[in-house]
């Protein structure tokens, strides 16, 4: 019989702890929700983790008041019982240099938004219309194109974000497994993205339980609909239903 420190829970946030919201900043996290992963944390031993393309510090300003390990920017940035590595704007002057004419290109069209991390940068498209959001796509491709193999473009719901090739979920959750509380555990993922397909891919390699959030095709094992769904799963988690992923429905 499994018991709640066999597994490590790693957890995507926009689409998957909430529901995606117009804009980046508008997203309402479930008043219950901070609390809930508190008390989840603690079932698990402390190998709970958000693992997200927001920065650090904005999952905190979500999250508040607690304070939980965070693979932010994609796992450019990663914080572990409280000490943070990477992430610095400073440490990418090539992308730096790029900002502002990618901010110029996109600047005349309607409803578009530029969402600047310092370690990588999101153009938004998702209030757009159809004409404009191919031409900020466009404005994102070039920009990424220009700045070579150090840098990559990673498109999601609306949104296409520059990042450092190095930097994957799946990187990210690989990290967080090499160490305590997470080292020898078996992983689950949830995320709703294709952004979170690569995560899928590792904790499937691993023999984890990797779940896509929504109806789109997937190589994740199993599937939740909603938000919503996610979060009544682990608030039945958190208050000590058996920790069961295998049960979730198939993708």
């Known amino acids: ?25 508008a997203v309402r996290v479930d008043p219950a929700l901070p609390g809930a992963l508190e008390r989840l944390r603690l079932r698990l031993g402390g190998a709970l983790a958000i693992v997200t393309g927001r920065p650090i510090g904005v999952i ?93 473009l990673q498109l999601g719901k609306a949104v296409g974000e520059i990042v450092p090739a190095s930097a994957t979920k799946g990187h990210a959750i690989r990290a967080f497994g090499r160490a305590p509380p997470y080292a020898g555990r078996r992983s689950i993922f949830l995320g709703d993205d294709l952004t979170d397909e ?16 929504g109806a789109a095709e997937t190589i994740a094992a199993r599937r939740l609909s909603t938000p919503q769904d996610v979060r009544r799963l682990l608030y039945a988690w958190a208050d000590g239903a058996p920790i069961d992923p295998d049960a979730l429905p198939p993708a």
């Open 198 to 213: 690569k995560a899928f891919a590792v904790v499937n390699e691993t023999g984890g339980v990797s779940v896509r959030i």
């Open 1 to 25: 019989m499994t018991e709640p420190t066999d597994f490590a829970l790693y957890l995507d946030f926009d689409g998957t702890l909430v529901e995606i919201a117009p804009r980046p900043d």
């Open 60 to 152: 905190d300003d979500f999250l508040a008041p607690a304070r939980f390990d965070v693979a932010g920017l994609h796992g450019v940035e990663r914080r572990v019982d409280g000490v943070v590595s990477g992430g610095g704007a400073e440490d990418h002057p090539e992308l730096r240099a790029r900002v502002a004419g990618l901010t110029a290109a996109v600047a005349g069209l309607d409803a578009v938004l530029i969402e600047d991390k310092g370690a990588s940068v999101a153009v938004h498209w998702r209030l757009a219309t159809p004409a404009d959001a191919v031409r900020a796509e466009v404005a994102v491709r070039i920009t990424a194109e220009a700045l070579g193999g150090a840098y990559r």
